[in-house]
């Protein structure tokens, strides 16, 4: 069933928001993902390509100053939604400040909450120049939230961090017991507002408390006392609250009527859940809707209702998600303690099964709605329209040619400029490109001319900031396929590092996707040892390219492979080279055979890893599940588990205690066996010393990033510092002019030696 204020959702992977507005759902833009207003409800959809098809999470989110009216639309819409998605999608219900990790792991750059509606909103309808004041407060560890107070010295403490945004002047304030993470986050949301909405212009100050300037205090309105750490309680007490007793309610209407009753709590067992029913499993800091394929029409329509009014009953404000039979999230499976064993044995049992089985109605219809929506790209496009490309070189921009298009460099920043047709009117998007590598300079000048090409349009552009390896699905379909080479332009901000990554004069590509439109290759550090059976690469070389095709890639990834190597060839020859059918030149290349993981089909239910974060910070060892990860989740003050299913690691960082070193190497003993894998290694991993079927498992490793821990709040209050020097120098010689030169005349009279009266002069 199609709902028309929806567009055409979950077409194509990546997110897509809904803002409820008189009842009704309106797209927000895509500037505003992440920013949410305490005073509105949203729906949030997260597409994820899975194979050929697609999987869905769907949220929606209820802010806490958010009226029942509008709180009532949001779950009714989210509904409708689902149902135009075939009710494929995981739901949840999230509330303000007790969001759930899969909810927070979707927004890498955190949530900001915002004072007051959109539609009242003060920032909604800008004078040029013009901003109102604003205070944000930026509280948590793992994942620090941002919340809009009050402009006042009471709203701040001496244990967080804060945000005062004054226009073209924005402080980064740190309490004297604000965390690192705290830090960072504040930063980070200082150099996003300075680049996406005041087009780099604005100074960043760096405060820390005690060291307040007069104007920092003047755009607070007025100095006063600083609450105590204490006050504003613990850093991560609304991430990871604790977990109460572990409950089962089953929801049937066998007899007619709707019944809830508890049917086991901890600990629970696989075999509770009977797939002609509807479950409401209990974890206490996050409450779960399952819904076996064979429940009724009227289990499934009331489910997250009665799940919502089991919660409420004790005014509880957790975030209660729906998962459908066979498509369970860990987080889920969990709360079972035999799930993955009994999973396990299924499995074993459907391998020595003679009986062959067609697929039920709800599996095909399923599968007919993966292929329709495989029919059409969504975004704006197919990417078919008309694209300029320039790198930014010296505060300036250069236009590529057209054959360098899709060729990015790390150590650079480039604006693409897209032109397409959409229902007969000429529309414009542009992406700025910052690269990992990109100097400030670089970055804060593609995103000022992002501003001044959308200013030469008439502001009729959607402005998009993109980071190296967090690429959209539609910013690859502009290019068909997308290469990252190290380095990046010689001289360009007097960059001291302008490598080119090669060795011996032989670069190596990974090349990895999802599906033929997502399909990168970026350049990795030139060795056998960085190979991965699971991935395709590329050596290029002088005389040739190679395009090595790992055992276990997709199709689409050796398609794309053949296709980035012949590019790279430049008309030259390519060689294709199937894992196992290597030559001696081959080896040579890359320096000589080594050892590189050999990823295999995982024998478990969930074959993909999981990262898991443990840590006693609070006095208690807990452990939390990283979603989305990537290596800037590894804490160098704590101890990560990663499980690959065929091994499970254990890493340590270089400031975690001798306790978490110990819990977390039982925890994975004990882990390893509820799975059922009690033969399954446990490997300890030091930070700066992992191994290749480690690193693997993460986008982009960087291995001199992975060497030596570096704060990263130092690094970037370094590095604001110096900005802040820089452009203040650069405003301080705009406002001192030197007096305008005296008019020739005047000049000659005085050197005559005649003089005249002061208003004859002027008159001059």
């Not at 927004?107 to 539609?119: I, L, P, R």
């Not at 890639?553 to 199937?578: F, N, T, Y």
Request: proline share 4%.
């Amino acid at each position: 069933m199609s709902h028309p204020e929806f567009g055409s959702p979950g077409q194509a992977p990546g997110m897509e928001i809904w803002r409820i507005e008189n009842m009704i759902p309106a797209a927000i833009d895509k500037k505003e993902y992440g920013c949410f207003y305490e005073g509105d409800s949203y729906i949030v959809l997260v597409t994820k390509q899975v194979g050929s098809g697609f999987d869905y999470d769907l949220f929606f989110w209820l802010g806490g100053k958010s009226s029942q009216d509008e709180r009532g639309a949001c779950a009714y819409k989210t509904v409708e939604l689902d149902d135009t998605l075939g009710g494929r999608p995981v739901q949840f219900r999230e509330v303000q400040g007790s969001e759930s990790p899969q909810f927070l792991a979707a927004f890498k750059d955190g949530v900001t909450y915002m004072e007051g509606e959109f539609a009242k909103s003060a920032f909604r309808h800008v004078e040029r120049d013009q901003w109102p004041t604003r205070l944000m407060h930026v509280k948590g560890k793992r994942r620090p939230k941002v919340q809009q107070v009050s402009v006042a010295c009471a709203s701040l403490n001496a244990g967080d961090s804060f945000i005062l945004d004054a226009g073209l002047d924005i402080f980064c304030w740190n309490g004297s017991e604000a965390n690192r993470y705290e830090k960072r986050k504040a930063a980070d949301v200082a150099q996003r507002i300075k680049d996406e909405e005041r087009g780099g212009r604005a100074v960043i100050h760096p405060i820390d408390q005690g060291n307040e300037p007069e104007e920092f205090w003047n755009s607070l309105g007025g100095k006063g006392s600083i609450a105590s750490a204490d006050s504003a309680g613990a850093d991560d007490a609304s991430e990871m609250p604790e977990r109460g007793t572990i409950k089962c309610l089953k929801l049937s209407d066998a007899d007619g009527d709707l019944q809830v009753t508890e049917v086991g709590s901890n600990p629970l067992k696989r075999d509770t859940l009977d797939t002609n029913d509807v479950f409401v499993v209990d974890g206490g800091n996050q409450v779960f809707v399952w819904v076996g394929k064979g429940a009724s029409s009227a289990e499934r329509k009331n489910a997250i209702v009665e799940a919502s009014k089991y919660v409420q009953k004790d005014n509880r404000d957790v975030s209660v998600s729906r998962v459908i039979e066979d498509n369970e999230p860990g987080a889920f499976a969990d709360l079972f303690s035999d799930w993955y064993a009994v999973g396990m044995r299924r499995k074993q049992e459907a391998k020595k099964s003679t009986k062959v089985t067609g697929p039920s109605t709800d599996e095909l219809s399923s599968a007919m709605i993966t292929r329709s929506g495989q029919q059409k790209p969504r975004s704006w496009d197919d990417g078919s329209g008309t694209k300029t490309v320039y790198r930014v070189n010296n505060f300036d921009l250069e236009e590529l040619p057209e054959n360098e298009a899709g060729e990015f460099f790390s150590g650079d920043s480039y604006i693409v400029k897209y032109m397409f047709l959409k229902n007969g009117r000429e529309e414009c998007v542009l992406y700025f490109w910052l690269g990992r590598n990109s100097s400030r300079d670089e970055q804060g000048t593609a995103a000022l001319k992002t501003v001044e090409l959308d200013d030469q349009m008439g502001g009729m552009a959607t402005q998009i900031r993109v980071t190296q390896g967090n690429e959209p699905a539609h910013f690859l379909s502009v290019f068909g396929d997308v290469i990252v080479h190290a380095g990046g332009i010689k001289g360009a901000f007097d960059k001291e590092d302008s490598s080119d990554g090669s060795v011996n004069g032989v670069r190596l590509y990974q090349v990895k996707g999802s599906s033929s439109m997502a399909v990168k290759a970026g350049q990795v550090t030139t060795s056998a040892a960085n190979l991965n059976s699971g991935d395709c690469f590329i050596v290029s070389y002088e005389g040739g390219v190679d395009a090595w095709l790992g055992s276990g890639s997709s199709d689409s990834e050796k398609e794309a492979c053949k296709r980035i190597a012949a590019r790279l060839s430049k008309g030259g020859d390519v060689s294709e080279v199937s894992e196992g059918e290597e030559s001696e030149d081959f080896w040579g290349r890359l320096g000589g055979k080594a050892d590189y993981p050999n990823v295999k089909e995982p024998e478990t239910d969930d074959g993909e890893p999981r990262l898991f974060h443990c840590s006693d910070a609070t006095g208690a060892f807990r452990v939390e599940e990283m979603f989305d990860f990537s290596q800037d989740d590894l804490s160098a003050d704590d101890v990560m588990m990663l499980d690959i299913n065929s091994t499970i690691f254990v890493w340590v960082g270089s400031q975690a205690n001798s306790k978490e070193q110990t819990k977390a190497v039982e925890l994975a003993q004990d882990f390893a066996a509820k799975m059922g894998r009690p033969e399954c290694p446990i490997i300890r991993v030091a930070a700066g010393q992992e191994p290749a079927l480690f690193t693997c498992n993460f986008v982009g490793w960087d291995e001199t990033k992975a060497k030596v821990f570096v704060d990263p709040y130092e690094a970037k209050q370094k590095a604001l510092q110096e900005e802040r020097d820089r452009q203040l120098a650069e405003r301080e010689k705009q406002e001192v002019k030197p007096a305008p030169a005296p008019a020739p005349a005047a000049v000659a009279a005085v050197a005559d030696g005649a003089t005249y009266p002061y208003e004859d002069l002027k008159a001059r």
